[in-house]
């Protein structure tokens, strides 16, 4: 074949993110002097050129359908010299360089039904894991229990009266991505899977499973003549490894898998060294379509912390000043024997760690 005639090859992975931004932005790349934080929502970066940008932030419900995207594209071509771009968290973000257009922006997205917030000492929006949406595995659709929860912070999210940034997130499975932030609400299996012995030769690959378990539960077994497998009661930590790549081993289950509540989770070094999430809630109903239990206990932890904590303590910098027996006190949740971390692997897997030595 001619190399005229090859086709050029497809590029994938992230395009270049400067054809996106604001042409202010891409001027003073690198170049900025100081940022401020004129109200809730709302960003002012100044540039040693001089030059300045508005970013106006604004909460969305997360699952965005094509006739909201309109209406928020329309809003950023009207206001915004049409550049928006969105956050980790799904907020949408509109950039501008005039200062006139910021409460034009802030009323049409407030008209529109959307919040402006989430900046600085507010809680931010909560962060969460596929779910039903796209993942294969979820015992909960975690985009459901933030809707639900962002509905009765909103308060927090719209004004900076905690006293520091507070990440939430949630998981809908034990093992794979999201939960660890400020607080985080994290599915908790509390029974060993069940298998249909059935379709595990057909479906699964049991070297592949036996190798995923943590604890070594499970083994190869012959059940009713058929080549299936068997896991030890006794073992198994109900952690739902095995469910992924075996689907015949189901351990979601409307009832035992419940929700688990974590706190003091924090990756930055800045102040204080990174610190683990500790289980402060466990057994809760995940009990959709408004998870009231968990949204209470967060409501609850968050009264807490915003009552007792000083100017700028994050939420494990205030447990690690008062205790965590004294957490337990001020945030009246009951501490019980599930907060006992009996595992005794334990110690191999977190000597993993950088930081954690012991
Ligand atoms: S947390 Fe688990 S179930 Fe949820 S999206 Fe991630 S891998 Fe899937
Ligand atoms: S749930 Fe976890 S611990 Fe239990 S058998 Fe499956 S992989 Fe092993």
Redo the contacts with the bound molecule.
């Keep these: 074949m001619a190399l005229a005639d090859m086709r050029s090859p497809i590029e994938s992975g992230c395009p270049d993110g400067f054809q996106y931004m604001h042409p202010v932005m891409r001027r003073n790349f690198g170049l900025w002097k100081y940022h401020e934080h004129p109200r809730p929502g709302v960003l002012l970066h100044v540039a040693h050129s001089g030059d300045k940008i508005w970013t106006v932030k604004a909460g969305t419900q997360r699952i965005l359908d094509v006739y909201t995207l309109r209406k928020l594209t329309e809003i950023g071509d009207k206001y915004a010299d049409g550049y928006i771009h969105f956050t980790l968290r799904s907020n949408i973000e509109y950039m501008t360089d005039e200062e006139s257009k910021v409460e034009p922006l802030i009323k049409a997205l407030e008209d529109a039904g959307f919040i402006v917030g989430g900046t600085a000492n507010s809680v931010a929006m909560i962060a969460h894991t596929q779910g039903w949406l796209h993942c294969d595995i979820p015992g909960t659709d975690a985009s459901g229990v933030v809707k639900s929860m962002m509905d009765e912070l909103i308060d927090d999210f719209k004004n900076c009266n905690m006293p520091n940034r507070v990440h939430i997130t949630t998981s809908c499975c034990q093992i794979n991505c999201g939960g660890q932030g400020d607080i985080a609400i994290n599915v908790q ?1 509390t029974k ?2 069940k298998i249909n012995h059935d379709l595990v030769g057909n479906i699964c690959e049991r070297p592949t499973v036996v190798a ?4 070594a ?2 083994r190869p077994a012959m059940v009713n003549g058929k080549p299936s497998l068997e ?1 030890d009661e006794k ?9 992924p790549p075996c689907p015949p ?1 189901q ?1 979601n289950h409307p009832e035992h898998s419940k929700l688990a509540i974590w706190v003091g989770g924090n990756h930055s070094n800045a102040r204080s060294k990174p610190t683990f999430q500790r289980l402060v809630a466990a057994g809760v109903p995940n009990n959709p379509p408004r998870w009231p239990e968990a949204t209470a206990i967060v409501k609850q932890i968050l009264k807490a912390y915003k009552e007792g904590a000083k100017d700028w303590e994050r939420i494990n910098d205030w447990i690690e000043r008062i205790g965590w027996p004294r957490f337990f006190e001020v945030t009246g949740l009951p501490f019980t024997k599930y907060h006992i971390d009996n595992w005794r692997g334990a110690r191999n897997s977190l000597n993993a760690s950088t930081h954690i030595r012991f």
């Design positions: 299996h060993p899977p995923r378990c943590p604890v539960a499970i896991v073992k198994c930590i109900c952690c739902g490894a095995c469910f081993m351990i």
